[in-house]
């Protein structure tokens, strides 16, 4: 099964790796984890923060930003997926917590870690959400995912025919990224570390916000 290809709702970290992947970005960040957890001789632990964000984010909230200021975001399915998101302070105190447990015998030693919020959000409700507390228009409406999936598989087609620097601003891994739940369990990294999201949902936005109206 291809990661991205189904739903993923609460899953934990006995979850096999995927047998492959629609994007380089995931499959790099499997072989990395992997490489480095197998190092036994040595203190490891690898965290999987979901969707980082808050101020200072120079990846997930332009994107979104940008085209919202375009009047270019539009919603992609029926909008009823659910994800973990990150607030980016939780993500980094989650590190040191981690960091801290590495001691000699510890169960976090050649492990990984699943940590988020406290709770999934609806997806292009928080896009929403984030977007127009930053002053740009809502979302648009829905366009159906064959469409976005077909416009996604032309744009890579020609961005690789072309041999184009960087990747193209729509791709299939973003699609299925858009339009399907990706939640997980965060109970381990609370059991072995004592994570837990210290930063509100509400309160990360409320930053993130008046970071960027300084």
Known sequence: MAIGAQ???????????????LHPYPATKALAERFVLARTAIATTAIRPHLVWGPGDPHFMPRFVARARAGRLFQVGVGTNMVDVTYVENAAEAHLLAADALSEGSPVRGRPYFIGQERPVNLWRFINELVTRLGCPPVGPALPVGVAMAAATVIETVHGGLHLAGEPFLNRFLITQLVRSHWFDHSAAQRDFGYGPRISLEEGL?????AKNR
Do not use: H, K, L
């Open 7 to 21: 739903d993923i709702a609460g899953v934990n970290e006995t979850t096999p790796y995927a047998q492959r992947y």
């Open 206 to 210: 409320r930053r993130t916000v008046d």
